[in-house]
């Protein structure tokens, strides 16, 4: 959106979400919504992941459409990141998934594979949906196989947001095409001038080490499997490992001491990896200021970054496909829905709604231009594709990555440890 210390996961793992109602699935017979009205009115299921801001903002969407549409009612429902998701399996198992969900990157063949996911090009044919009017590439991310699983409704970026104040008093500034030796180098300078670690732990984040597996002519991910050997990861972790004894990188049990506040905000770091439109997080919550900085590389040139997006996908078993296009639609394209979102998904996916909004706040405007210049640069790939079961190897991925720096297993038992869940989870 999409999602560790990614996009979706990390942060809203610690977001003070809650279930806005219970979603009543008695009555439904397993086709996902209820059956209609005598008047021909229809009520379709719409549940997505996020905190109080996210449903009050989707909430006077939805008012909008069913002022357009007021022969079609959406019941909402929804949760915390992890909370949605095991509903959601729950839901799937039984054949009762919501008419129309929010979805990444990391759940499409999964479910797809499962045979939840409608493919939603038989709406486009039929005219209830438009894949026109989309920034460039960002549709492709809802893609599998030749289906459209997936609809953006924003995109983002990997970044690095760091804690300006502290970069400045260390004399380090960031730039443009910096190196990761540079981006080391500079963590330490971070340090030893603060004493306060440089980063908050960049070895546990998965789509964070697909970027440098990218530079490196590899990638996290095939479409079956993974995109790299043990030997990569051992690298990896041993580097992070070691920077976290040094000093240099945060704690992992400070990290966890820290939550539901990021290190960063908390002044336990000065920089983080993670996904751009998530600025917004770290001014909310901590004191000091904070920008986005570019990716260090491996050649000065190359970053490995592309445009990841939070999507809406709908259920194969929908009584109502027409409905739930129509739905999808006017949520993705309509400019006002677009003014009452703004970033909290990412930056707007369609052009209208791109247009539609102007932020006027200097973070919001600040993520904006990094995603501007950052497209401008040239440097944007395709996304990695995500095989089924990449949902429980990211999640692996942060948790071995944390024993690690905490010194509860040794490198070599962490990435065969790694290897072997990874493997389990593509097989099931």
Wanted: net charge neutral; proline share 4%.
């Amino acid at each position: 959106m999409g999602t560790s210390r990614n996009l979706e996961r990390r942060t809203l793992l610690k977001a003070a979400g809650a279930s806005a109602a219970a979603l009543g699935l008695a009555a439904t017979t397993g086709c996902g919504g209820d059956s209609g009205s005598g008047d021909g009115t229809v009520t379709i299921r719409y549940s997505w992941w996020g905190a109080e801001e996210r449903a009050k903002k989707i909430n006077q969407a939805i008012a909008l459409f069913e002022k357009k549409y007021p022969k079609i009612k959406v019941k909402t429902d929804f949760q915390t990141y992890q909370s949605f998701w095991e509903k959601f399996q729950t839901q799937a198992a039984g054949g009762n998934p919501p008419d129309v969900f929010q979805n990444a990157v990391t759940f499409l063949r999964k479910y797809d594979k499962r045979g939840i996911l409608l493919d939603l090009k038989s709406q486009v044919h039929e005219g209830n949906l438009s894949l026109d009017h989309f920034r460039a590439g960002v549709t492709k991310v809802g893609e599998v196989d030749g289906k459209q699983l997936g609809i953006p409704v924003g995109s983002n970026t990997m970044a690095l947001v760091i804690d300006k104040k502290l970069f400045q008093q260390a004399g380090v500034e960031p730039a443009q095409g910096w190196t990761w030796d540079e981006y080391f180098k500079a963590l330490k300078t971070i340090h030893d001038k603060t004493k306060i670690a440089g980063d908050t732990g960049y070895f546990t984040i998965m789509y964070l080490y697909d970027l440098y597996l990218r530079q490196n002519g590899k990638a996290f991910f095939t479409k079956d499997g993974l995109g790299f050997d043990q030997a990569d990861l051992t690298e990896w972790w041993t580097d992070g490992y070691n920077r976290v004894k040094a000093g240099i990188v945060t704690d992992p049990k400070t990290v966890s001491q820290d939550l539901p506040k990021s290190s960063l905000s908390a002044r336990h770091g000065a920089s983080e990896f993670t996904w751009d439109n998530f600025t917004v997080r770290y001014t909310a919550e901590g004191d000091s200021t904070y920008g986005l900085a570019p990716v260090p590389t491996t050649d000065g040139k190359d970053t490995g970054q592309y445009l990841a997006s939070l999507m809406l996908s709908a259920s194969a078993r929908t009584a109502h496909p027409k409905e739930v296009a129509q739905f999808i639609d006017f949520m993705v394209h309509d400019p006002e829905v677009g003014k009452i979102m703004g970033y909290d998904r990412g930056i707007l996916a369609s052009t209208e709604q791109y247009a539609a909004y102007k932020p006027a706040d200097p973070v919001n405007k600040e993520i904006a231009q990094y995603e501007t210049d950052t497209a401008r640069s040239g440097v944007l790939g395709t996304i990695t594709p995500h095989p089924s079961g990449a949902d429980t190897t990211e999640a692996a991925f942060l948790r071995i990555g944390g024993d690690l720096g905490q010194g509860k297993t040794k490198v070599a038992d962490a990435v065969k440890q790694f290897f072997t869940e990874s493997e389990a989870a593509f097989q099931a």
